[in-house]
């Protein structure tokens, strides 16, 4: 096993798990298999609890870990899937050394250390890739900025890690900044001598320099870094500013990172030369992208995006699909409530007037009353006026209770989450194991969700699977007692766990598009590979009532390939050509999808 270790210096907020996981593109691009470790060192053991104001959205895993959303960052560029064990924090180290009891005195040297060094060694090997056996190379994000006292033990684990496992198997990137002082214009590298100095100091040598800057670093400027920081010219690196984040693996590519790096790993009579025909194609078609298709994205975190990053990033994955420009107007669902209207009638006319000139509606997952009455009318709002929409978990709950109210006269209908004395419980608390048992009630992570028959907009989505394999994370469930009710209203629950009690997709098959989904389809998009649901979203138009139907059997289903033809397919295509059955190719996520 080779290593990348990736560390940050200067400022916190470089893009290091963008870059960490650029890297991790290019070394694939030459055909070497890789993963990828995370390593957070705040003191919680995990993300599960920390607020998505404060640290972003909580992406969850497969196995129901609930982790930084750089893993998100790194599932999605080397289209992995990734272990709660890629997530390395000190409060999880902590646990795992204090757990074994050792009997003696504890301590960071040489306790805490060794644990941290055997944690990497062993999620290392963890195979991400759906191959069998481990992977050639693991690039490790260290969080935090050089210098963090949280840090100390992780750089110290991580310095005698490196001399233990050899030279030629650990590479050190450093991303740093080069700040231009606006009134001479002059790019400065003293605060990457300082960041190096610091990183030599605390025992770790950078192989590599990555350097933040505006503009492409001149070759004075570097040589300047190379001479102080004791880095060769070749293997400094400007990470410069890019029209977006998929340039990144290509600017290295171009300034020929992956040789430093194969050079630094004795890999390069191994590796071959990076293919990225597909990736280039791809961010091209992002540079170019003008027929705009705007979303309502009504949630309650709306003033920082990172709180819905994967939601996003699914929404852009299948706008490039579609050819469309994504634009995204952040609908805060408590401005829409009666009670603004009052408080402060303009910004409640602001959030109307957003969800009115929107294309499509998104209601994302979420916690909490806060905007739940927002969200409510955003949601008969698109249902009673064909605009497509898309309901994720919290956003399918509040579909299912706003049918309820609207059309079966309901008017009390609720969640017991919100109203736990509602007369009319439409969403219920149904943990999986006891109700009475304390914690770990949450239902996490990779669950199977089966159709009830082909004839919906969803399954054909999947490409016609039998059932769909997503990530969950939410208490609260429909009440399957409400169900036969909905249905005979209308609302169709067209898919269901495998015991037939957890409603898990609803549809309005009347609707141009009206989906709701329990689970978090986001979590499972790839560039190149959208989600079935988000591609749908973007697909669908108010005119056309079916939209969906020319994915159904042309859908690619095994496998869903990654390969040139998704590109093809794409290429002279607009959305209405594709709603229209030109489309041959659709790429679509295949992780989960099974016929
Ligand atoms: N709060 C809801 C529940 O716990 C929805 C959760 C979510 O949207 N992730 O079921």
């Known amino acids: 096993m080779k290593y990348v270790l990736v560390t940050g210096g200067v400022v916190s907020g470089l893009g290091k798990g963008v870059t960490a996981s650029s890297i991790g593109v290019l070394l694939k691009a030459c055909g070497l298999r890789v993963t990828s470790i995370k390593i957070d060192p705040y003191l919680n053991t995990d993300a599960g609890t920390m607020s998505p104001f404060e640290h972003g959205e909580v992406f969850v895993l497969d196995d129901g870990g609930e982790v930084d959303l750089d893993l998100g960052n790194y599932e999605r ?9 890629n997530n390395i924090t000190t409060g999880k180290i902590y646990q795992s050394v204090l757990d074994k009891e050792l009997g003696k005195t504890v301590q960071v040297v040489p306790h805490i250390t060794d644990a941290i060094q055997e944690w990497i060694e062993r999620a290392a090997m963890i195979p991400v890739d759906g191959q069998e056996g481990p992977a050639d190379v693991c690039v490790i994000e260290l969080g935090g900025t050089i210098g963090d006292i949280e840090s100390m033990p992780f750089i110290e684990a991580l310095g005698q890690f490196s001399y233990r496992v050899g030279a030629g198997n650990f590479c050190l990137i450093h991303v740093s900044l080069v700040p231009v002082l606006n009134v001479v214009g002059e790019q400065k590298t ?3 001598q300082h960041s190096v100095r610091g990183l030599r100091g605390l025992g770790l040598t950078p192989n590599i320099l990555a350097c933040r800057s505006a503009k492409a670093l001149g070759e004075n400027v570097k040589g300047k870094l190379s001479q102080f920081c004791h880095v060769p010219v070749e293997n400094i690196v400007t990470l410069y500013d890019v029209p977006n984040i998929w340039h990144i693996p290509l600017l290295l590519r171009d300034q020929k990172a992956h040789e430093a790096i194969l050079k630094g790993l004795n890999l390069m009579g191994v590796a071959r030369n990076p293919e990225l025909e597909e990736w280039t194609a791809r961010t091209k078609v992002y540079d170019q992208l ?3 298709v705007r979303i309502a994205m009504v949630g309650k975190y709306t003033g920082l995006s990172d709180s819905y990053l994967s939601v ?17 107007d952040w609908v805060p ?7 603004t209207r009052k408080e402060s009638p303009e910004a409640y006319e602001a959030a109307w007037n957003s969800l009115k000139c929107a294309d499509r509606v998104l209601v994302p ?5 806060r905007g739940v009455q927002g969200k409510i009318l955003a949601a008969k709002y698109a249902r009673e006026n064909n605009v497509p929409f898309l309901g994720i978990c919290l956003g399918m709950q509040i579909a299912v209770i706003e049918f309820a109210r609207s059309v079966l006269g309901l008017h009390d209908a609720n969640s017991t989450e919100f109203d736990p004395e509602t007369k009319n419980p439409c969403v219920i608390f149904m943990p999986e194991v006891s109700k009475t048992h304390m914690g770990g009630t949450m239902r996490l992570g990779s669950r199977r969700t089966y159709f009830m028959n082909t004839d919906c907009k969803s399954a054909k989505l999947y490409g016609n699977a039998r059932f769909v394999d997503e990530r969950h994370r939410h208490r ?3 009440n399957p007692e409400v169900v036969p009710e909905l249905e005979k209203a209308g609302l169709r629950f067209v898919g269901r766990d495998e015991s037939g009690q957890r409603m898990e997709i609803v549809e309005l098959p009347d609707h141009p598009y009206f989906i709701g989904v329990q689970f978090h389809p986001e979590f499972k998009s790839r560039p190149g590979k959208p989600s079935g649901l988000f591609l749908g979203l973007i697909a669908a ?17 095994n496998g869903m390939s990654n390969g040139p033809s998704v590109m093809k397919s794409c290429i002279n295509g607009n959305a209405s050509k594709f709603l229209n059955g030109s489309c041959n190719a659709i790429p679509m996520n295949g992780n989960g999808v099974h016929c």
């Open 541 to 557: 138009s108010r005119e056309q009532s079916d939209g969906v139907s020319c994915y159904g059997s042309k859908a690619i289903t």
């Open 365 to 369: 997952g979420g916690f909490g009353d």
């Open 333 to 339: 669902a408590s401005d829409l409530e009666d009670i």
């Open 312 to 328: 996003l990033k699914a929404l852009l994955h299948a706008s490039v699909a579609c050819r469309r420009k994504l634009i995204v």
């Open 290 to 292: 003008c027929d705009p």
């Open 190 to 192: 003293k605060p990457t």
């Open 476 to 478: 609260y469930e429909v």
């Open 77 to 85: 560029f080397l289209d992995t899937t990734l272990t709660r064990d």
